[in-house]
């Protein structure tokens, strides 16, 4: 567990700002950082869109008495979208972006939701009662 807190916190910010001063060097600061606001301000606009589109799913499931597991899952891919894009970086960037645009969160849910569920349900800190 702290070796993946160690990736995550210190080899992931490194790669992005050296990926970031390698970007500054050919395309130039400005253009570096406007590249940085874009993204910002394209994935605000899709997290706002994508969370209202997810809530109106969510409700429609309720409505016609549907369980709303896909539609939670959504909400999930779009909140850790939303939080990629917030962190400086082009690598967080690109994959937050993936997980807002709806046909790639469902090629990406294909893949992530079935692990999701196995270690939720097979995790040592969690016991399930069945009735």
Do not use: C
């Amino acid at each position: 567990m702290l070796a993946k807190l160690l990736f995550l916190f210190i080899f992931i910010p490194f790669v992005e700002l050296m990926i970031l001063i390698r970007v500054g060097d050919y395309i130039g600061f400005w253009p570096t950082l406007a590249l940085l606001v874009v993204m910002g301000l394209l994935g605000f606009a899709m997290v706002r869109s994508q969370g209202f589109y997810v809530v109106q799913r969510i409700k429609q499931d309720l409505a016609h008495g549907i369980p709303p597991a896909q539609s939670l899952m959504d909400g999930l891919y779009v909140f850790a979208g939303g939080l990629l894009l917030i962190t400086p970086g082009l690598i967080t960037d690109m994959v937050g972006l993936l997980l807002l645009f709806p046909p790639s969160r469902l090629a990406i849910s294909k893949i992530i939701t079935p692990w999701l569920v196995n270690k939720l349900l097979y995790s040592r800190h969690w016991h399930i009662h069945r009735w």
